[in-house]
Nanobody
Framework: VQLQASGGGLVQAGGSLMLSCAAS????????MGWFRQASGKEREFVAT????????YYADSVKGRFTISRDSAKNTVFLQMNNLGPEDTAVYYC????????????????WGQGTLVTVSS
């Protein structure tokens, strides 16, 4: 499975960005797709995830109400709409995939994209 993330960039505080992640296949291995992020000097942390079978979504508390994860199953693509961004959202954002149940831990994901940088200026 290959994951290709895109959409990062520089935005001012209060602005919006949408990230996209395209998976190379629509199989059990991509049943759950989500986003993590890693700020400079920090651990990679969970942001949001969604499951193809029921469309359920899960979010980190820090992004609830500001970020929305969605999925185009026909295109094997997951999106992350990020609104009201703040400097604390500056990080490299990684797309991840796994089969089976939803988990929010980094080690629970088997496949990772290359990361896309989001920089929020104050």
């Amino acid at each position: 499975v290959q994951l290709q993330a895109s959409g990062g960039g520089l935005v001012q505080a209060g602005g919006s960005l949408m990230l996209s992640c395209a998976a190379s296949e629509r199989t059990f291995s991509t049943a759950v797709m989500g986003w993590f992020r890693q700020a400079s000097g920090k651990e990679r942390e969970f942001v949001a995830t969604t499951r193809r079978s029921d469309g359920n979504t899960y979010y980190a508390d820090s992004v609830k109400g500001r970020f929305t994860i969605s999925r185009d199953s026909a295109k094997n693509t997951v999106f992350l709409q990020m609104n009201n961004l703040g400097p604390e959202d500056t990080a490299v954002y990684y797309c991840a995939a796994r089969g089976g149940l939803v988990v929010t831990t980094r080690r629970g994901y088997d496949y990772w994209g290359q990361g896309t940088l989001v920089t929020v200026s104050s």
